[in-house]
C-alpha cells in the first residue's frame, strides 16, 4: 500500500489550500482515511478522519468549520480542504489510513496502518 501526499505549499494567513493524498496497492474504498500534522518541534497531530465511504468525519476542535475531509473511491484519492488558514496550521500533514473505523478512536495515531510521506503548508502571517 502506498500513500502519496501532495498539494502542500505556501498561503497566506486566510487563505486556501487543498491537500490530497493518493492510494495504491489496496482496495482503497476498504479503508478509513486520516489526516495528521506536524509542526516542528511537536508531537504529531490529528486534523481529521473519514470512513470509507464518507459518511461519518470527525475533526479536531481547532479546525472545526475550516477543514473539510472528503474522498473519492473512483479516483483512489482523499482530501482536505483547508479555508481561513492560520499560521498555527502550518505543519507537515500526513494521510494515514486504518483498517477500521473506530467511534471515538479515529485520532490515535498508533491505530493507522500506512501512513504518506507528509506534504508542508506554511502558512504566513
Known amino acids: 500500500v502506498q500513500l502519496q501526499a501532495f498539494g502542500g505549499g505556501l498561503v497566506q494567513a486566510g487563505g486556501s489550500l487543498r491537500l490530497s493524498c493518493a492510494a495504491s496497492?489496496?482496495?482503497?474504498?476498504?479503508?478509513?482515511m486520516g489526516w495528521f500534522r506536524q509542526a516542528p518541534g511537536k508531537d504529531r497531530e490529528f486534523v481529521a478522519a473519514?470512513?470509507?465511504?464518507?459518511?461519518?468525519?470527525v475533526y479536531t476542535d481547532s479546525v472545526k468549520g475550516r477543514f473539510t475531509i472528503s474522498r473519492d473511491n473512483e479516483k483512489n484519492e482523499c482530501y482536505l480542504e483547508m479555508n481561513s488558514l492560520k499560521p498555527e496550521d502550518a505543519a507537515v500533514y500526513y494521510c494515514?489510513?486504518?483498517?477500521?473505523?473506530?467511534?471515538?478512536?479515529?485520532?490515535?495515531?498508533?491505530?493507522?496502518?500506512?501512513w504518506g510521506q507528509g506534504t508542508l503548508v506554511t502558512v504566513s502571517s
Open positions: 496497492g489496496c482496495t482503497f474504498s476498504r479503508y478509513p
Open positions: 473519514i470512513n470509507w465511504n464518507g459518511g461519518m468525519t
Open positions: 494515514a489510513s486504518k483498517n477500521w473505523w473506530k467511534e471515538g478512536g479515529m485520532a490515535l495515531a498508533t491505530e493507522y496502518r500506512y
